[in-house]
């Protein structure tokens, strides 16, 4: 099974990179706030505790979003794999990943980090924030706290994945067929 932790600041490429990799080797792709939005419009009792937690300005706490992988997993028995989008963000949610994947005998297979340096993130950003709409998208304050804050909280990840043997460092710049070959040969050299 090939389980992959696609990780990279804000505008690296996560959503263009993810989309061919789910399709070339048959990966579910897990994207944590997807799966929040999923549970709760089922109204499972996972979505229930989430929604409450967020309708009151609440982070959802680890155990949540684990709980909500575990069940993913468990509706996906017979995946080629899965691909974490945005998860694990703290070396705490990747201990916990970490046990859950076992659970099911399986593992992470790879952590590979999309690297882009910050003037180029901010640019594709602002550039995205044109067609997307999204505000946080149009603002580059709020674009540089985000790259930061990714910074900061991702560091530890990628000492916790090297510790592993699983850290892969990608040039997130160029063409995008480029960067797609560039993570499938770090994917055949897992």
Known sequence: MLNLVLFGPPGAGKGTQSAMLVEKYKLIHLSTGDLLRGEIAAGTELGLEAKKLMDQGILVPDAVVIGMIGSKLKQNPNAGGFIFDGFPRTVAQAEALDLLLASSNTSISGMLALV??????????????????????????????????????????ADFYTNQGKYKAIKGVGKIEEITSALNEAIAAL
């Open 116 to 157: 882009v340096e910050e003037e180029e993130l901010v640019a594709r950003l602002l550039n995205r924030g044109k067609d997307s709409g999204r505000s946080d998208d149009q603002d580059e304050n709020i674009i540089r706290n985000r790259i930061q804050e990714y910074n900061a909280k991702t560091a530890p990840l």
